[in-house]
């Protein structure tokens, strides 16, 4: 188990067109400390997947570098990356190809060269994280959108990178999903990961990660701290993404800072009775 690791990730100058002529990532700079829990945010289109999937070599650079840790990503296949970084995707359709839900799980800790032993192991403990250990001989196509993105979670996390991509993990959970996920991710942050998710759910965002990245056409417009990052009007407007509840409530109520949660919420009140 890859316990508290010091791989820092590095983007620089990065560029990345598609052949269809698209810029997608119109340069970027950002660099993401060990065991970091950063948000990405960003309206449709923005260039978020895009970018993460730079991390994983899915994607490569048109222009700039991706370090991760002393790895340039450039000189790595996606099968090397893969010890470093794990990347669930947006849509599971695209990751998910084995017949059963363990089988789909155990193929990257098997090509990882696992012993067969810990790879029983681990699936087991990933899918009772997702919640299917009852799921374990399902064919995946007869599971729900929900579900399938729970087995692709299932699938990195049996993996153990230190640094774990989840591209829009809470699509189509009900609460108890979104409530499973935010475990796994305190359980990864627990376990010293650097975990990177791109959302669209602000409250999700904001109860989970202590950094966050606003994103609007391939280029970075914000980045700090989510009270810091959900004050700014100009870089949310350029994105398209609406504060998360009590930072709107704060923003109706003509306060200048964005209470982020019910603590600092009830501070910022208190601050105001007293003055
Ligand atoms: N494989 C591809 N080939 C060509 N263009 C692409 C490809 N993938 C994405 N794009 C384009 O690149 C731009 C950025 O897309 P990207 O998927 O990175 O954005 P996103 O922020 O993840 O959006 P969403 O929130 O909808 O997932 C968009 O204009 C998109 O149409
Ligand atoms: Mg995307």
Redesign the pocket.
Known sequence: MSERHDLTVQISGLRHT?E?G?E?VAGVDLTIAPAERLAIV?Q???????LVRHLNGMVRPTEGTVQIGDWNTADKSIAELSHRVGYVF?NPDEQIFARTVSADVAFGPKNLGVDDDEVTARVADALDAVGLAHEADAHPHHLSLSERKRVAIAAVLAMQAPIVVLDEPTTGQDEAGVHLISRIIDDLAARGRTVVA?THDMDFCVENFDRVVV?ARGTVRADGRAAEVFAGREALEAAAVEPPQLARLARALGWREAPVDPVQFVDALERRRRA
């Open positions: 598609y269809s698209v997608a960003g449709n289109g923005a260039g978020k997947t895009t947006q791109i994103m």
